[in-house]
């Protein structure tokens, strides 16, 4: 009886776990969220982001949590011309991970700012992609007030390329999505392949090389093995 009794237990386990593995394949998606700064309270600085030493008081000047239709995401705006970045730092391996995405809204395009020249370098929306640490190789993803869309910048070779995604005023006040995939992003700048991984993505709005107001918004930062479907 004690023996027919686990055969039988034994192939119900079985038979359950048949049916399951259908379902928990479905749930299992092939994409992580980073940051929809929904623990994040409103006009905070965002949590469990960083600056560099000593600026934490400027960032904080810059940055701040806003809500919108029980929706909340990260406003940067720079009328002071501070220009100082803000880092979110995780675990990323780029060979499992390549694809990156989010939203974001320009507001206030600095006026005269082109990438293209340093005395001009500045961008309303602005996110990087360091692989190898604050010291590494930079890839900048922009919304330009002036370059075209489609453009990488050399700022410095075989170290720093900018990338201009959105460019002018047409969709400025516009949620825009966007999804690249930065290991073939940096083939193309650097011509080769990455041999250090990201330590996550920071966000620069500035208006100081031109003297002009910076503001954008930013919300829903994900990476995935494929693209996400918009």
């Known amino acids: 009886m004690k023996k027919i009794f686990l055969i039988t237990l034994s ?3 079985f038979s359950a776990l048949l049916n399951a593995e259908p379902y928990i394949a479905n749930k299992i998606k092939p994409e992580r969220m980073i ?11 965002p949590k469990d982001f960083r600056t560099y030493p000593f600026q934490h008081g400027k960032a904080e000047r810059v940055y701040h949590v806003k809500e919108e239709a029980g929706n909340k995401y990260l406003n940067g705006t720079d009328t002071e011309d501070i220009s100082v970045q803000t880092f979110k730092r995780f675990y990323w391996e780029t060979d499992k991970w390549p694809n990156f995405s989010w939203r974001w809204r320009a507001q206030i395009l600095p006026k005269g700012a082109s990438e293209k020249s340093w005395q001009t370098n500045d961008s309303a929306c602005g996110i990087y992609v360091v692989f190898g640490g604050y010291t590494g190789n930079v890839l900048k993803y922009v919304w330009s007030s002036t370059v075209p869309a489609g453009t990488i910048v050399e700022k410095e070779a075989g170290k720093f390329y900018i990338v201009v995604l959105q460019s002018g005023k047409k969709s400025v006040g516009e949620w825009k999505s966007e ?7 940096y083939k193309k700048a650097f011509k080769a392949a990455p041999d250090r991984l990201p330590s996550g993505f920071g966000i620069l709005t500035d208006g100081n090389a031109v003297h002009a107001p910076a503001s954008c918004d930013y919300d829903d930062f994900m990476i995935s093995e494929s693209k996400p479907k918009n």
């Open 35 to 45: 940051e929809d700064f929904s623990d994040s309270k409103n006009e905070d600085f």
């Open 179 to 185: 999804s690249v995939n930065v290991v073939e992003d």
């Open 11 to 13: 192939s119900l386990c």
